[in-house]
């Protein structure tokens, strides 16, 4: 019977998509981990691969298409003996971006009976199977939760569940209430249309000259998350002046013995590593929000914001704590590179306990940040400028001072905690040499 290809959630949050490009032609045969399309995320362009094996029968969603709805139909694969004969056309009236639904669809490809609803564990956490591979293991009688799944990302694919034999079912676990999912494993949650309605505020610039500017999918994505963060995050600000003249000192030192080595450290990275080495002084400031519960992390793993065209990501740098200065500079770059060219994995975008907002570069004396869920805290950085200050001995003088402010989280950090924090990242700045210790 003919496979369906549905369009896969390549994140967590992920609720739509473009389909970008068709990588494979209808008539084409592919295998098992074929790359045959592009995605368009909110955040990045990512290769979908194959998870069955067959001939490419239909292309229900032509390249280009935006707004394709996770586990609607885009293709239909054809096995072994098929032809395009037994595929039905999908109706011309259709949505294309909602040919079906991943239960119920839309298009006439037949189907001899309904494939399965998506098998669970005994945990009651969701086991990912191809359509194909639920109704073959329901006619054999086969608990998907046995069975190893060889496909991307785990899924359990035709070829594991063929030569699988039944065993017999397990006494049921008693039902026990699932447990709240962390912040970041939910899609968005807040609307965008607080404010005026559209329709309000296009009155009232009907008679002014204007261009509308419509969201993709990043900026949707910036909007609601954002939104929800500053509606249900119960915020705090701790503000810190820092001196940075002897970490200014102790980096012209290190350039100039790094330049052999084509290496050049930015203020930026120094941060990166105060930060990281202050949530391991802080331990119980390492955490994030986790809807019913807090998550505490013995590394630090920390998000440093890089803007881009049209929004933002944060690349995760984890284990920052144990990496050299040179490593971390590498290491940004070359995520802030590849953020720019919206080429991130999800996986080096999402996560972390903890995040640095660096507004410096453009001028920006202070500001504040706001968090980014189930994040405790963030970071906001503003510009090194020379200032007043008043000398170990009383004197007066003139120095360099960066202003910082830290967003924090009340549900998990306190007032006290949040003291701790920020003065563990100003030490470690204003005494660069002992990050190196």
Same mark, same amino acid.
């Given at each position: ?37 592009? $995605? ?57 971006? &909602? ?57 359990? $694919? ?69 939104? &929800? ?16 003249? &002897? ?23 120094? $941060? ?149 924090? $920020? ?15």
């Amino acid at each position: 019977m003919p496979i369906e290809v549905l369009m896969p959630a390549l994140s967590p949050t992920m609720e739509e998509g473009t389909l970008a490009k068709w990588l494979v032609k209808e008539g084409d045969t592919v295998s098992s981990g074929d790359l045959i399309a592009e $995605i368009e995320t909110d955040k990045a362009t990512m290769e979908f691969e194959a998870v069955d094996e067959g001939v490419i029968g239909k292309i229900v969603v032509a390249e280009g298409t935006e707004g394709v709805k996770v586990n609607s139909l885009i293709a239909v694969l054809l096995d072994d003996g098929e032809s395009a004969d037994d595929i039905g056309a999908t109706p011309a009236n259709a949505p294309v971006a &909602e040919a079906a639904a991943e239960e119920a669809p839309a298009s006439d490809v037949p189907i001899s009976a309904p494939a399965p609803a998506a098998p669970v564990s005994a945990d009651g956490s969701r086991l990912f199977a191809t359509p194909l591979a639920r109704r073959i293991a329901a006619d054999k009688g086969l608990d998907l939760s046995t069975v190893a799944g060889s496909g991307p990302h785990g899924r359990i $694919i035709k070829a594991d569940v063929e030569g699988a034999t039944a065993q017999p079912a397990a006494a049921a676990a008693p039902a026990t209430a699932a447990p709240t999912a962390p912040a970041s494993t939910a899609a968005p949650a807040a609307s965008m249309a607080t404010g005026p309605s559209t329709d309000v505020v296009l009155k009232t610039y009907a008679n002014r000259p204007f261009e509308e500017v419509s969201l993709d999918g990043m900026r949707k994505t910036i909007a609601a998350r954002l939104t &929800e963060a500053k509606q249900s995050v119960p915020h705090f600000y701790l503000r810190r002046d820092i001196q940075l003249d &002897e970490l200014l000192k102790f980096r012209a030192q290190l350039n100039k013995q790094l330049e052999s080595r084509n290496v050049k450290l930015s203020v930026n990275d120094f $941060i990166i590593k105060a930060c990281a080495l202050a949530l391991q002084a802080v331990p119980d400031a390492n955490a994030v929000w986790a809807g019913d519960r807090v998550l505490r992390f013995e590394k630090s793993d920390v998000a440093v914001a890089v803007a881009i065209e049209g929004g933002l990501f944060t690349p995760v740098l984890q284990n920052a704590e144990d990496k050299s200065l040179s490593a971390l500079s590498a290491e940004m770059k070359d995520l802030a590179s590849r953020a720019r060219e919206r080429k991130l994995a999800p996986h080096e975008y999402q996560g972390g306990s903890f995040a640095i907002s660096n507004l410096g570069m453009f001028g920006i004396d202070n500001f504040d940040a706001i968090i980014n869920p189930p994040h405790a805290a963030i970071l906001a950085v503003g510009a090194g400028a020379k200032k007043p200050i008043v000398g170990k001995d009383g004197e007066l003088a003139v120095g360099t001072v960066m202003s910082v402010t830290l967003s924090v989280d009340h549900r998990v950090i306190d007032g006290a905690l949040g003291a701790q924090l $920020i003065q563990a990242i100003k030490d470690n700045l204003e005494n660069p040499m002992l990050m190196l210790a």
